[in-house]
């Protein structure tokens, strides 16, 4: 071993190069020669006085409602924008932290960012990549990672369809040669679901009830189509007396609760069908439409997106791995896939 081997091995220094989904919900790093090494809440846990970070990932979504009024837990990309620059910047640093990577070598970083970004947000994510050392930073639109990572063939002259649902948006992209024909973005997608919960127990039941709750609900009951019914009992706080109360629920109810952002997103893939160029619409009924992000996990989804467009559609194999698998193929092949990057 030389020196220089010994001294990463002293610091536990980690090499290679890195790909990065950095969604609004959730954060995953890949290591080239590795694998997937973070998979974490996008969520910092800040001090109100100074602004320090506290907290990333795991350890700031466990604070996540019980913090007092000098510490604070933010999403810096709430709604599918970067709505905190300094914060994302902070995030992304903390996560690379996390990983130990060899503080002298300059890796190569391929970004996934959301396609709603603008001009400057992107370049703001590029400068976070150098920050962090990185030699080059290439940026890859989300519905494209998407597609990669899930095996498409996107270079060829052949319509493909991916919905991809995360915590903010909803991407609905049309792909063909290396290039996106055709896209319909909106801000709703699981977040939005969980506040429809929110707000339901809070009309329905005079209950209050925190958002990590009502993820816990959606993700155990929730549903897009009737389903075997089943009872939960929900804890909350009374809205009228300000105490401790609990409420009896059916998975039903919950479906009615999920109406609206589930409609939504329907409606979405049905405009983003509507605007498909009638060459690339014979190749989506073909090979149907496939969705990923979490929210494609909410049950019944498919289907109803399949029984209101007429199109078969299919749920990815691991739909929250899929756009960081991608951005991973990417990394390891950037020849091959300049035509995506940004
Ligand atoms: P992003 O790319 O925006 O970070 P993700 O693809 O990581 O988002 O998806 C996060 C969303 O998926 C969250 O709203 C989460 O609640 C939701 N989700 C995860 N698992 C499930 C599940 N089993 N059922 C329904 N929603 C789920
Ligand atoms: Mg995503």
């Not at 997937?36 to 506290?54: A, F």
Request: some cysteine; proline content about 4%.
């Amino acid at each position: 071993m030389n020196i220089l081997d010994k001294i990463y091995k002293a610091f536990n220094w980690v090499s290679g190069d890195i790909a990065i989904d950095l969604g609004t919900a959730n954060t995953l790093i890949y290591l080239s020669g590795q694998g997937i090494v973070i998979n974490e809440p996008s969520i910092v846990t800040r001090s109100v006085h100074d602004g320090k970070v506290i907290a990333v990932g795991n350890d700031a979504k466990a604070m996540m409602g019980k913090t007092h009024r000098g510490l604070e837990t933010i999403r810096p990309l709430h709604d599918g924008v970067i709505a905190n620059f300094n914060m994302t910047d902070e995030m992304l640093q903390g996560f690379i932290r996390k990983i130990n990577l060899n503080r002298l070598a300059r890796p190569k970083m391929v970004i996934c960012v959301p396609s709603g970004v603008t001009e400057v947000e992107r370049r703001a994510v590029k400068d976070s990549g150098e920050r962090a050392n990185a030699k080059e930073v290439y940026l890859i639109e989300e519905p494209m990672a998407a597609a990669i990572g899930i095996g498409l063939e996107i270079s060829k002259p052949i319509g493909n369809i991916i919905v991809d649902i995360g915590g903010g948006t909803t991407e609905v992209a049309v792909i063909a040669l290396n290039g996106v024909v055709s896209k319909e973005t909106i801000r709703i997608a699981g977040d939005e679901m969980d506040e429809s919960i929110v707000q339901w127990f809070r009309n329905e039941h005079k209950l209050d009830i925190g958002i990590p709750t009502a993820e816990a609900i959606k993700i155990t009951v929730g549903s897009a189509m009737r389903m075997k019914a089943e009872t939960i009992s929900i804890k909350g706080r009374d809205l009228i007396s300000g105490i401790p109360k609990v409420v009896d629920v059916s998975s039903d109810e919950i479906r009615q609760a999920l109406k609206d952002p589930v409609n939504s997103i329907v409606e979405a893939v049905r405009k983003a069908l509507e605007q498909t160029p009638p060459e690339l619409s014979s190749d989506i009924i073909d090979r149907g439409i496939i969705l990923t992000g979490g929210g494609s996990l909410l049950r019944g989804l498919d289907q109803i997106i399949r029984e209101r467009t007429n199109v078969p559609v299919n749920v990815a194999e691991n739909p929250l791995l899929a756009v960081v698998q991608g951005t991973g193929i990417v990394l390891e092949n950037l020849e091959k896939y300049e035509a995506v990057l940004m």
